[in-house]
């Protein structure tokens, strides 16, 4: 099966960088779209960033111009880094993937387990 493991989540002060990378493992025979989205208390999931395999990317409006969406296709992995963090950027970082598992297959959406960011004023 397909596991994504998020990495790089920590305490930073406002004003701060951190960057986060999620690797992608297992069996499958191609990634298209890959993602962040994020989780704060008491909100619902939203939409960060994405990006196709081919590097075109989009961004929510919060975080253009402060967060940087890259892959590495070579080795299945997708780093977000963020810069000029505010304390309203705290929240659960999830990464995603629309994975094709066999040639033949649709892709589906595979999910990291997340990996939690705070941002302290």
């Known amino acids: 099966q397909v596991q994504l493991v998020e990495s790089g989540g920590g305490l930073v002060q406002a004003g701060g960088s951190l960057r986060l990378s999620c690797a992608a493992s297992?069996?499958?025979?191609?990634?298209?779209?890959m993602g962040w989205y994020r989780q704060a208390p008491g909100k619902q999931r939203e939409l960060v960033a994405t990006?196709?395999?081919?590097?075109?990317?989009n961004y929510a409006d919060s975080v253009k111009g402060r967060f940087t969406i890259s892959r590495d296709n070579a080795k299945n992995t997708v780093y977000l880094q963020m810069n000029s963090l505010k304390p309203e950027d705290t929240a659960v970082y999830y990464c995603?993937?629309?994975?094709?598992?066999?040639?033949?297959?649709?892709?589906?959406?595979?999910w990291g387990k997340g990996t939690l960011v705070t941002v302290s004023s």
């Open positions: 995603a993937a629309e994975v094709v598992i066999r040639f033949y297959m649709s892709q589906e959406d595979y």
């Open positions: 297992g069996s499958f025979f191609k990634i298209n779209d």
């Open positions: 990006i196709t395999s081919g590097g075109f990317t």
